[in-house]
């Protein structure tokens, strides 16, 4: 089975919208952490935001948060007032157990354009 | 601060060739990992380094190789290279022993003809 799920393969969305991409995964690990990244088009993935599964709260970076639903297994990007720069490959990731250093896995990715 | 830096930035080869790939981490961060993202596919795992010995190893064959030096400094090798090693190769680094994140470098690109 997939460890990480993303179905939407490219999303549209309206500048200064709120956008949400989809991420579903599978562990049997109760300690995880789920990430999403961003890829631009020159291939840095650049971390956004990081939710541990022990965490009580959705976590939110600016105009970033995560919709974390546990039972669900799912973990939602969510990017407010969206703008043009916003245009890339995100990608979801997760790593099971409690230390960095433990293999990511990550998804497909979704494409997101942001439309003027 | 700098941060992951990765060398060279784009690399043509031809196959049954042998490259070697860079890879510096942030400062203070002992640990790196290796990632393979092929053309429309999220990075896959290739290695992970940490203390100059081998952690972790992905479902890759036997021409891949890897080491890290006492600065911390990590190379990947591939050795035979084949059409389908062409792909963007993502360095990661982190600190070992913490619940932060990976920090990815900007990558190397290779092509194999």
Not at chain 1, 25 to 49: A, H, N, R, V
Not at chain 2, 5 to 26: A, N, W
Not at chain 2, 70 to 81: F, M
Request: hydrophobic residues 30%.
């Amino acid at each position: 089975a997939q460890k990480i799920t993303q179905t939407q393969p490219g999303m549209f969305v309206q500048e200064k919208e709120a956008v949400t991409l989809d991420c579903t995964y599978d562990t049997s690990d109760p300690s995880y952490g789920l990430f999403w990244y961003k890829q631009p088009s020159s291939g840095e993935m650049i971390f956004l935001i990081y939710q541990g599964s022990y965490d009580q709260q959705n976590a939110t970076e600016g105009r970033y948060s995560l919709n974390f639903q546990k039972a669900r297994k799912s973990a939602n990007l969510v990017i407010s007032a969206s703008q043009l720069g916003d245009s890339a490959m995100y990608f979801c990731a997760m790593r099971e157990g409690r230390w960095a250093g433990n293999q990511f896995y990550f998804g497909t990715g979704t494409s997101l354009t942001v439309i003027p | 601060d700098a941060g992951v830096t990765q060398s060279p930035t784009h690399l043509i080869k031809t196959r049954g060739q042998h490259v070697t790939l860079r890879c510096s981490p942030i400062s203070g961060h002992k640990s790196v990992s290796w990632y393979q993202q092929v053309l429309g596919q999220g990075p896959q795992f290739i290695f992970q380094y940490y203390e100059k010995e081998e952690r972790g190893r992905g479902n890759f064959p036997d021409r891949f190789s890897a080491r890290q030096f006492p600065n911390y400094s990590s190379e990947l090798n591939v050795n035979a290279l084949l059409l389908g090693d062409s792909a963007l190769y993502l360095c990661a680094s982190h600190s070992w022993g913490s619940s932060e994140t990976q920090y990815f470098g900007p990558g190397t690109r290779l092509l194999v003809l």
